[in-house]
């Protein structure tokens, strides 16, 4: 189930969903990020790339949850865990974390350990059930203020 009552697993998005093409299909040079800016935490640690990429000249964009139908999602899965479109694909959850680093040089490193046999299984169970769940109940909880 892509994004019914669990998580969604990315992996069985196609490579060009339909609605993916006008916006996205095209840019197979460039990173691009969706995340919540309404998250506090996510803000704060995608501000700190989106200056890092400034800085260095890299072919990374950052959309907000605003573009979430650009990208094939409503705004409540965009918000569920980091979305990130690199080479031709849509990844999700840890997998879009390892993308958006090994695309940036300062934190190659963190992609590759976080890929590690024994370390990938701790990170993804990290994130995807721990993290992102937690970081989703608090932004319906800002929903509903």
């Known amino acids: 189930m892509i994004f019914g009552g669990g998580w969604p697993d990315c992996g069985e998005l196609p490579p060009y969903p339909p609605q993916l093409t006008p916006y996205l299909a095209n840019m ?3 990173t691009r990020v969706l995340y919540n800016q309404t ?14 990429t400034a800085a260095q000249g890299l072919p990374i964009r950052f959309d907000r949850m605003d ?5 094939g999602l409503t705004p409540d ?4 865990q980091l ?6 694909k849509v990844l999700c959850g840890m997998d879009a974390f390892r993308a958006l680093w090994s695309a940036m040089p300062r ?3 963190l992609a590759e350990v976080t890929g590690w046999p024994l370390i ?3 990170a993804d169970v990290a994130y995807g059930r721990v993290a992102a769940p937690l970081l989703y109940r608090a932004h319906l909880n800002r929903q509903k203020r």
């Not at 573009?67 to 990208?71: G, H, L, M, T």
């Not at 899965?77 to 569920?80: L, S, T, V």
């Open 67 to 71: 573009r979430a139908e650009d990208w």
């Open 39 to 52: 998250c506090a935490v996510c803000r704060f640690e995608i501000d700190a790339y989106r200056r890092q």
């Open 83 to 88: 979305h990130v479109w690199q080479g031709g």
């Open 28 to 30: 197979t040079d460039e």
């Open 107 to 109: 934190w190659r490193w």
């Open 77 to 80: 899965q965009a918000a569920r």
């Open 120 to 122: 990938r299984p701790l």
